[in-house]
């Protein structure tokens, strides 16, 4: 099984900045395509963030701009960007890769927005 483990998450002022990591278990060359979802209590999971091997990305309208993912090959890690936080970027933040036809899911880390 593909282990995905996020890191970076806590609490940050508003137009603050944090770097989301993920750490993928194997190279993620062997991956179609990485992406970065968010959960806020009582809301649907949404997408934030995807790259694909290409280095093609694509982000969520609400975080165009302040938010960017990249990736460190020789690391094995995805990372997301977030500058100008705002309180309503509050969620629990996972780590998605899709291989073939699998997707693999980290276990979350939270960030909270808040003065």
């Known amino acids: 099984q593909v282990q995905l483990v996020e890191s970076g998450g806590g609490l940050v002022q508003p137009g603050g900045s944090l770097r989301l990591s993920c750490a993928a278990s194997?190279?993620?060359?062997?991956?179609?395509?990485m992406a970065w979802y968010r959960q806020a209590p009582g809301k649907q999971r949404e997408l934030v963030a995807g790259?694909?091997?290409?280095?093609?990305?694509n982000y969520a309208d609400s975080v165009k701009g302040r938010f960017t993912i990249s990736t460190d090959n020789a690391k094995n890690t995805v990372y997301l960007q977030m500058n100008s936080l705002k309180p309503e970027d509050t969620a629990v933040y996972y780590c998605?890769?899709?291989?073939?036809?699998?997707?693999?899911w980290g276990q979350g880390t939270q960030v909270t927005v808040s003065s």
């Open positions: 998605k890769a899709r291989r073939n036809f699998d997707d693999y």
């Open positions: 194997r190279s993620i060359f062997s991956f179609y395509s």
């Open positions: 790259i694909i091997s290409g280095g093609n990305t």
